[in-house]
């Protein structure tokens, strides 16, 4: 497996950070991840619509303490492709240090 197997979509900094988060948090709230990547609205769904259109997250809204808040959760696609770039960075890290 090599970096060029993965897309853009997912290899994009902003958006591998989101995969990270959401992967570890298993559901993120959009005002946590703006608040934990410095982002403004506008640039945040940017990038959420981006990794929800590639079917490797996904939004939903509910309500908490009576506000609205939308939820974002990785797809099995999202953690599968995720967790193969682990293994990619994994690997590629053991070969370069022997």
Request: aromatic share 10%.
């Amino acid at each position: 497996m090599f970096h060029k197997d993965f897309d853009s979509i997912f290899i994009e900094k902003t958006r591998l950070s989101i995969m990270t988060i959401t992967y570890k948090e298993e559901k993120v709230s959009f005002n946590r991840l703006k608040l934990l990547l410095e982002l403004n609205d506008g640039t945040l769904y940017s990038h959420l619509k981006k990794l929800e259109a590639a079917d490797y997250l996904k939004m939903n809204k509910t309500i908490i303490d009576n506000s609205a808040a939308t939820l974002c959760s990785l797809t099995e696609k999202g953690k599968e492709t995720l967790e193969k770039y682990i293994e990619y960075l994994e690997a590629y890290l053991n070969k370069i240090k022997t």
